[in-house]
C-alpha cells in the first residue's frame, strides 16, 4: 500500500469503523480524490453512498449531495451527524427549514464545519441558493439516484435535468453521478445530460447468484399454484407483487383463507395500516406480504426467500430491483414470475393514456419483459445482457439456477406454452 491508501483506510476505520473497501469502494473513492468526474454503477446495497461520503469528510470544502427523497436525505445526515460530535458536519436544504434554521446550515457551511449538504433537485435551483454555494468552497457535487435524469430510468425527474447548467455555475467542480440502473440506454443518458463523457466509469456486477428465475405461465389455476408454492416454502418470509391494488387485496384474502399467514400493503392503505403492516412482515409476524410496487423501496429484510410476481412487472429493470429484495443474506432467493400474453396487452391499453414518447419507451421496456418471459436461454444470462453484462452461462456464477438451464425446452415448445 502507497501512502495515499494507508491514508483511506484509516479514515474508513476511523469515520464508519470498517476495516475494508467493498466492491469498488476504493478505486472509485481514489478517483473522486483526484478530482475527476466519476460514475458509479453498482447494485442496490453495493455501499454507493461511502462513495461520496468518506471523500467528502476527508476534503476540504462541503460537498453537494444531490437525491431525491426527503426521507433518505434524513437518513443519511442523522446516520453521518452519528459519526461526529459536531451536528454541523451534515445538512439538508430544503423547503421545509425556517430563516433560523437556513441561517445556521450557512453559517456551518461558510465556517468549513460542513462537509456533506443534501439538497433536493428542486432546492438547488432556488437563485438564492446557488448565489450562496457559488460563494463557498465546494469540493464535488454527488448525484445519487442518477438514473432519475433519463426518461428510460424507472424514475424520471424533470427536475434533475437542470442540474447540469446549476452546477456549471458554481465554476469548475468535479461530479460524481451514482445509480444501481445499469442499462446501457440509462448510462449513456446519464453521462449525456451531465456533460462527462470523460468521468470514469465504475461498473459492479449485477449478477446475484444466489437467484433463481422462473417463469410459469399464468393459468387460471394461479392461485392454488401460488398456495401450493407457499405451502412448500413453509414458515418461510416472501414477497408477492401485483399489478393492481384490488388484485392485492384478494390474494392476501384468498393466502388467509387457505391458511397463510399474509397482509395486504399497497397506497390506498393509510399510512398507520401500511406501516402495521410492513412491520409485521420484518417482525415476521406474517411471512407473506402481498404487494404493489409501492411496497419494499428501502426495505432492508435479509431473509426474504421468494419474491412472486403475479402480473409482469412493467420492466426488466423494474423486474431487477423488485426481486432483488429477495436473498440479500446470500441465503435461497426464488424469484417467480407468471406470465400471460393478456396482461402485456392489459399494460399497453394502461400506457395509451400517457403522452406520446412515454408510451413509446414504456413499450420498448415491455417488450424486453415479453423476450424475457418466452426466452429458452439462460434468464440469467439475458438479464445480465440486458444490464450490458457478458455472462457465461456455462461456468458463470449461479449459472444453473434456473428453470431455462435445468430443464431445456426446444423454443417451439417454448412459445407454445405461453401463448395463449
Ligand atoms: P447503496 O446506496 O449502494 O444501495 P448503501 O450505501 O446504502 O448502498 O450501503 C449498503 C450497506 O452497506 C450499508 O448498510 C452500509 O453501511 C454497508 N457498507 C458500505 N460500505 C461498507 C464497507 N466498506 N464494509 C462494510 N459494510 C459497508
Ligand atoms: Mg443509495
Known amino acids: 500500500m502507497n501512502s495515499n491508501e494507508i491514508e483511506i483506510h484509516k479514515e474508513l476505520k476511523k469515520y464508519f469503523g470498517f476495516s475494508q473497501f467493498k466492491g469498488l469502494q476504493e478505486q472509485v473513492i481514489t478517483s473522486i480524490l483526484g478530482k475527476t468526474n466519476t460514475f458509479v454503477i453498482m447494485p442496490t446495497g453495493g455501499g454507493k453512498s461511502l462513495c ?48 433560523t434554521e437556513i441561517a445556521q446550515v450557512k453559517k456551518d457551511i461558510s465556517s468549513g464545519l460542513t462537509k456533506l449538504l443534501y439538497v433536493a433537485p428542486e432546492s438547488l435551483t432556488k437563485e438564492e441558493y446557488v448565489a450562496f454555494l457559488q460563494s463557498v468552497p465546494i469540493s ?50 446519464i453521462l449525456k445530460n451531465l456533460d462527462m463523457s470523460d468521468a470514469n ?79 409485521m412482515f420484518l417482525m415476521e409476524d406474517v411471512d407473506v406480504v402481498v404487494a404493489t410496487i409501492a411496497f419494499g423501496m428501502g426495505i432492508d429484510k435479509p431473509d426474504v426467500r421468494f419474491v412472486i410476481h403475479h402480473d409482469i412487472p412493467k420492466s426488466l429493470e423494474s423486474y431487477y430491483q423488485e426481486t432483488g429484495r429477495a436473498g440479500r443474506d446470500g441465503g435461497e ?43 429458452s436461454m439462460s434468464r440469467r444470462k439475458f438479464l445480465l445482457h440486458y444490464f450490458g453484462e457478458e455472462f457465461d452461462s456455462e461456468t458463470g456464477e449461479g449459472a444453473d439456477m434456473d428453470d431455462n438451464v435445468r430443464n431445456p425446452k426446444n423454443k417451439i415448445e417454448a412459445k407454445e406454452q405461453v401463448v395463449k
Not at 64 to 76: D, E, F, G, R, T
Not at 89 to 95: E, P, R, T
Not at 161 to 181: D, E, F, M, Y
Not at 367 to 374: C, T
Request: hydrophobic share 40%; aromatic share 8%.
Open 52 to 99: 461520496y461520503q468518506l471523500p467528502a469528510l476527508i476534503q476540504d470544502g462541503t460537498a453537494i449531495v444531490v437525491s431525491p427523497l426527503i426521507a433518505l436525505m434524513k437518513n443519511q445526515v442523522d446516520a453521518i451527524r452519528s459519526l461526529s460530535s459536531e451536528t454541523g458536519i451534515a445538512h439538508v436544504l430544503n423547503s421545509s427549514l425556517t430563516k
Open 333 to 375: 432467493g426464488h424469484c417467480l414470475a407468471y406470465y400471460s400474453y393478456k396482461d402485456v396487452e392489459k399494460l399497453e391499453k394502461f400506457m395509451s393514456g400517457k403522452p406520446v414518447a412515454e408510451q413509446e419507451i414504456g413499450f420498448a421496456l415491455l417488450q424486453e419483459v415479453v423476450a424475457y418471459a418466452e426466452t
Open 140 to 189: 464535488f457535487v454527488a448525484i445519487d439516484e442518477a438514473h432519475c435524469i433519463s426518461e428510460w430510468g424507472h424514475d424520471f425527474r424533470p427536475e434533475y435535468r437542470n442540474l447540469r447548467s446549476i452546477i456549471k455555475q458554481l465554476g469548475k467542480v468535479p461530479i460524481i453521478g451514482l445509480t444501481a440502473t445499469a442499462t446501457p440506454k440509462v448510462q449513456e443518458d
Open 201 to 279: 466509469t465504475f461498473k459492479a456486477s449485477f449478477n446475484r447468484p444466489n437467484l433463481y428465475y422462473e417463469v410459469r405461465t399464468k393459468t387460471k389455476n394461479i392461485e392454488s399454484d401460488i398456495i401450493r408454492f407457499i405451502k412448500q416454502h413453509k414458515g418461510k418470509s416472501g414477497i408477492i407483487y401485483c399489478l393492481s391494488r384490488k388484485k392485492v387485496e384478494s390474494i392476501a384474502e384468498v393466502l388467509q383463507v387457505n391458511g397463510i399467514s399474509a397482509v395486504p400493503y399497497h397506497a390506498g392503505l393509510d399510512a398507520k395500516t401500511r406501516a402495521k403492516h410492513q412491520d
